[in-house]
């Protein structure tokens, strides 16, 4: 059973306390989590909210997909499992390598 759920397209100054009180009407909230960028500390313009019961979390779909909050129409749906990241070099593309005749180091 998945009781979590995925909030996407929100507006930057949409806070959690909103998310609550919006999602709140679907049912009990385990938990919010607004997703910020770790540098500035401003939201990312999604959402993970946890409902305590599977009937609440189909509620909260379909009352609250393309709701207007902000002026944006909410993206609301199961959230999927994280994927795991990591391996060598950034995007997980391998080492870099550089090509002869574009100057700086050959490796």
């Given at each position: 059973m998945d009781l979590k759920i995925y909030v996407g397209n929100l507006a930057f100054s949409t806070g959690e306390e909103e998310l609550r009180t919006l999602f709140e009407q679907a049912g009990t909230i385990t938990s919010v989590n607004l997703i910020t960028d770790r540098d500035t500390g401003r939201s990312r313009g999604f959402a993970f909210i946890e409902m305590s019961a599977q009937t609440e979390v189909e509620d909260a779909i379909k009352r609250f997909n393309n709701y207007d909050i902000d002026g944006r129409a909410l993206?609301?749906?199961?959230?999927?499992?994280?994927?795991?990241?990591?391996?060598?070099?950034?995007?997980?593309?391998?080492?870099?390598?550089?090509k002869a005749g574009r100057g700086g180091r050959r490796y």
């Open positions: 993206t609301v749906n199961i959230a999927r499992p994280r994927e795991e990241r990591g391996g060598p070099g950034r995007y997980n593309k391998g080492p870099i390598k550089h």
